[in-house]
Each structure stands twice: as C-alpha cells, then as structure tokens.
C-alpha cells in the first residue's frame, strides 16, 4: 500500500522560504514521476512542480517558476519541494502525488499539469504566507 506523508509546512513571511517533504513508503521514488499540487479555500488543485521519472526534467506551474524547486533522495525515499520568496497567494494546502504510470520524459509532457494523472496523494501540508 503507497503512503505518502508530507511534512514541513507552517506559517512564513513574505519573502520567506519553507521546504516541504514527502516521505513515501510502498513505492520507490527513484523510478516514478512525483508532483506537488495545491490547493486554497475556494480554489481548485492548482498544479505547482513535478519531475519525471528520470528525473531529466522538471516541470513548473506558471506561478512558480523561478522561485519553486523539486528534488528528490533516493536513499530516503522522500521528494522535497523548496519554496523561496514566498507570497501570500502561495498560501495553499501543498499535496504530494505520485504517478507510477506517467512515462512522458520529454520538456513538452503536459500530462503532468493533470490531477487525474497521478494515482496516490498524501494527506497535505499546511503552507501560510502573510505579508
């Protein structure tokens, strides 16, 4: 059974950065495409970053380009997401999903930016901005 379990969210400034970690158990992360999503009152999931399977590329929402970073240890089979210059609007429950089927490796897959893409989420974490 795929667990994943985000940690590291909290309440930052403006300006700020927080990093994220998604800690997976029943999969390897090393061969699988991870995402993170978010999600705020009265807003749809808003894709934010993935990285391929290969890890040869990256993926980005266009809000978070430049300041948002995805990475991954294969040894702790966790993905981190680094949040810097943080904004107020990025104030979101942040998701991490795994997507075991996604094979699209190239700079152009949109797939990624699809929900319905990814198979297993965890539970959330808290990320709040003020100004």
């Known amino acids: 059974q795929v667990q994943l379990v985000e940690s590291g969210g909290g309440s930052v400034q403006a300006g700020g950065s927080l990093r994220l970690s998604c800690a997976a158990s029943?999969?390897?992360?090393?061969?699988?495409?991870m995402g993170w999503f978010r999600q705020a009152p009265g807003r749809e999931r808003e894709f934010v970053i993935a990285i391929n399977w290969s890890g040869s590329n990256t993926y980005y929402g266009d809000s978070v380009k430049g300041r948002f970073t995805i990475s991954r240890d294969n040894a702790e089979n966790t993905v981190y997401l680094q949040m810097s210059s943080l904004k107020p609007d990025d104030t979101a429950i942040y998701y991490c999903a795994e997507a075991p089927k996604l094979g699209c490796s190239g700079s152009q897959c949109t797939e990624y930016y699809d929900p319905d893409e990814y198979d297993d989420w965890g539970q959330g974490t808290q990320v709040t901005v003020s100004s």
């Open positions: 029943g999969l390897t992360i090393r061969r699988t495409a």
